[in-house]
């Protein structure tokens, strides 16, 4: 069975770090390209990184630029989001996505983080 599952979500104070993972069994995990979401409380879910399936390309959007990095073990069949310099503003549910040949899209359940003093 196909599955998504985040882990590593928690309280960190501002300024500090975070490692997510999602694990992704049952997946042929190194012919799929893997993104992160996050939505907060309140607010709609936005695209914050993405890898392509062999994770030589990686993309970020927003504030995520130059403080989070997103990477692959294709050999684990896990992703991984390492998060810096967290702010209150990085506090939210972080889910990592994939679509499948044939245009399914599978999310996990998420993590979460939260960012305060």
């Known amino acids: 069975q196909v599955q998504l599952v985040e882990s590593g979500g928690g309280l960190v104070q501002p300024g500090g770090s975070l490692r997510l993972s999602c694990a992704a069994p049952g997946f042929t995990f190194s012919s799929l390209a893997m993104s992160w979401y996050r939505q907060a409380s309140g607010k709609e879910r936005e695209l914050v990184a993405a890898?392509?399936?062999?994770?030589?390309?990686?993309s970020y959007v927003g504030s995520a630029k130059g403080r989070f990095t997103i990477s692959r073990d294709n050999a684990k069949n896990t992703l991984y989001l390492q998060m810096n310099s967290l702010n209150p503003e990085d506090a939210a549910v972080y889910y990592c996505?994939?679509?499948?040949?044939?245009?399914?899209?599978?999310w996990g359940k998420g993590t979460l983080d939260t960012v305060s003093s």
């Open positions: 890898i392509t399936n062999s994770g030589s390309s990686t």
């Open positions: 996505r994939t679509t499948r040949p044939l245009g399914v899209v599978y």
